[in-house]
């Protein structure tokens, strides 16, 4: 059986195409400390890093939604003061330009707000070379439900030999796996060495 041609990819951002680890955990480390909660770097990175901001939040012991809604809304805020610790996954971006270039299509698929994601990529300049977002609060099961990869295959009418997903964390793993499309595992600690 000859395999169709890959047409769409499914990226995860953060982590994946952008490592935004240090700007998003100084972010949420320096909105907690306005509350008076100490949460460390490596103990952001190791536990939390990927997580929905609502339930990260309540994890963080804060029960109420306004207050959680406040926080999220201020997290947002701080974060592009520490875009300076942003890196782009240069050998990914420069993969997905090139299928872009052969009519395929690039979808970042996250669990992150959109109002960080759009940040991010106009900071980077990377818009014109992205052709759809579905973003954490688009979707009603987030990963690691597939219900993210496969609404994107809706959308573009695409079916699941056709696509490839690159994901980065277990939760977004979890989901490529059980969306059935083919997909990488991005170790981004991998590419800095």
């Known amino acids: 059986m000859e395999r169709k041609p890959v047409r769409l990819l499914l990226c995860d951002f953060d982590g994946t195409l952008v490592d935004t680890r240090m700007a998003n955990a100084l972010a949420y480390i320096e909105t907690l400390r306005e509350v008076g909660i100490e949460l460390g770097v490596e103990e952001y990175l190791a536990t939390y890093f990927g997580m929905r901001c609502n339930e990260f939040m309540r994890r963080m012991g804060i029960e109420d939604p306004a207050e959680r809604e406040r926080l999220r809304l201020r997290k947002i805020a701080l974060y592009p003061t520490y875009f300076d610790t942003l890196r782009l996954n240069e050998a990914l971006w420069h993969f997905t330009q090139s ?12 669990t992150g707000s959109r109002a960080n994601i759009d940040n991010v990529i106009n900071h980077l300049g990377i818009g ?3 052709d759809g977002i579905l973003s954490g609060l688009e979707i009603e099961r987030p990963k690691p439900a597939p219900d993210c990869f496969l609404e994107v295959l809706r959308r573009e009418g695409c079916s699941k030999e056709e696509a490839l997903i690159f994901e980065d964390s277990p ?13 990488f595992k991005v170790d981004f600690a991998a590419l800095a060495e």
């Open 128 to 130: 014109e070379g992205i």
């Open 99 to 110: 299928v872009r270039r052969q009519g395929g299509k690039l979808w970042i698929v996250s």
């Open 171 to 183: 939760v977004g793993l979890a989901a490529a796996e059980a969306s059935g499309i083919p997909y």
